[in-house]
């Protein structure tokens, strides 16, 4: 764990060169929300692929489709989750894309950008992509140590900690 001021390139690049130091090796993958301070020094520090987390891009895509498109939204876009191998997954992205295009032309194009950041995942091997998608599992981790932490630290008070 490690706190910086920003997300920004260069506290990443501080973070991954301390890990390193530490004899982290082998990273191939790095997943996280989009964030370009972390993409930009994931590539320099680790030489590793980075992810854009596809649940975290899913909520983005989502607000962009609106209240009464969401559900067909979400369901065009699985289909190119479900693709057996990259070229495929690539090729359905794109055909979603372009039908998406002239009813919702911002969320075409928040799709054409995404394309590369959030199917990178699919370079890797099926039986290892169903954990390779996404940071839910991080996240779920970090609430509940803040879930314990919380009710660790605020059990002696009477009133809650901020946060918690």
Not at 128 to 139: G, M
Request: hydrophobic fraction near 45%.
């Amino acid at each position: 764990m490690d706190v910086g001021p920003s997300e920004a390139e260069t506290f990443w690049t501080a973070v991954l060169r301390k890990l390193a130091r530490r004899g982290l090796r082998g990273v191939k993958l790095v997943i996280s929300d989009a964030h370009e301070g972390i993409k930009a020094s994931v590539a320099k520090v680790m030489s590793a692929t980075w992810q854009r987390c596809r649940v975290h891009f899913m909520r983005n895509v989502l607000a962009q489709a609106g209240r009464s498109g969401r559900r067909v939204v979400s369901a065009f876009i699985a289909t190119a989750f479900a693709q057996d191998d990259a070229e495929a997954a690539r090729q359905q992205w794109r055909r979603m894309a372009d039908q998406l295009r002239p009813k919702v032309p911002k969320l075409a194009a928040l799709m054409d950008t995404a394309e590369v950041d959030v199917l990178a995942y699919m370079g890797f091997p099926a039986a290892h992509r169903v954990k390779l998608h996404s940071t839910n599992p991080l996240e779920r981790l970090n609430g509940e140590i803040k879930r314990r932490m919380c009710r660790a630290v605020t059990k002696p008070f009477t009133g809650a900690l901020a946060g918690c």
